[in-house]
Antibody, heavy 117, light 104 residues
Framework: VQLVESGGGLVQPGGSLRLSCAAS????????MGWVRQAPGKGLEWVAN????????YHLDSVKGRFVISRDNAKNSLFLQMDSLRVEDTAVYYC???????????WGQGTVVSVSS | DIEMTQSPATLSVSPGESATLSCRAS??????LAWYQQKLGQAPRLLIY???TRVTGMPVRFSGSGSEIDFTLTISSLQSEDFAVYYC????????FGQGTKVE
């Protein structure tokens, strides 16, 4: 199992970023997927997860209306569209394989998102 | 959201000793509790789920116990590679993590 994130970077408050996660080594369409973040020197925060067929999506309250999780099963890819970014969204964002109940056995290496003026 | 509180914040132990880490939920989560280990600069690694079930391949020196509100992760005979930060996570409701216990 391999999860490789990309798309992080430095953005000004109010800006947008789209994170991607390329999955391999398993049947992507058989699993829920999610994003977990970790602010610098802080703990972990589950941001969003999405059902196998995209029929259900859930987001952390503080990102609702600003972030949207999506997936492309044909391309074995997971995405996180992040709009109206805030300084407090600064974190390492990890792509995770969600074992169906928000438990993550497999994690990517993370991509860094920095929101600063 | 269910709040998870871990104690102590830091645990100082010597190799070969045992470590007992605690996690308390603000309301009952049954046994929907997981433990992760995170080493500096690395992604977290799942150790235990269902409060007491070890992930395949995890050393038996890691054991979890508890239910409802109070949970414990015990690491018996600490090895050098066990020095890390440990997080508990509930998944009864929207998943939330504790603030971590650093084992040094």
């Amino acid at each position: 199992v391999q999860l490789v994130e990309s798309g992080g970077g430095l953005v000004q408050p109010g800006g947008s970023l789209r994170l991607s996660c390329a999955a391999s080594g398993f049947t992507f369409s058989d699993f829920w997927m999610g994003w977990v973040r970790q602010a610098p020197g802080k703990g972990l925060e589950w941001v969003a997860n999405i059902k196998k067929d995209e029929s259900e999506k859930y987001h952390l309250d503080s990102v609702k209306g600003r972030f949207v999780i999506s997936r492309d099963n044909a391309k074995n890819s997971l995405f996180l569209q992040m709009d109206s970014l805030r300084v407090e969204d600064t974190a390492v964002y990890y792509c995770v394989r969600d074992e169906g109940f928000a438990v993550a056995i497999y994690w990517g290496q993370g991509t860094v998102v920095s929101v600063s003026s | 959201d269910i709040e998870m509180t871990q104690s102590p914040a830091t645990l100082s132990v010597s190799p070969g000793e045992s470590a007992t880490l605690s996690c308390r939920a603000s309301q009952s989560v049954g046994t929907m509790l997981a433990w992760y280990q995170q080493k500096l600069g690395q992604a977290p690694r799942l150790l235990i789920y269902g409060a007491a079930t070890r992930v395949t391949g995890m050393p038996v020196r890691f054991s979890g116990s508890g239910s409802e509100i109070d949970f414990t992760l015990t690491i018996s005979s600490l090895q050098s590679e066990d020095f890390a930060v440990y997080y508990c996570q509930q998944y009864k409701d929207w998943p939330t993590f504790g603030q971590g216990t650093k084992v040094e």
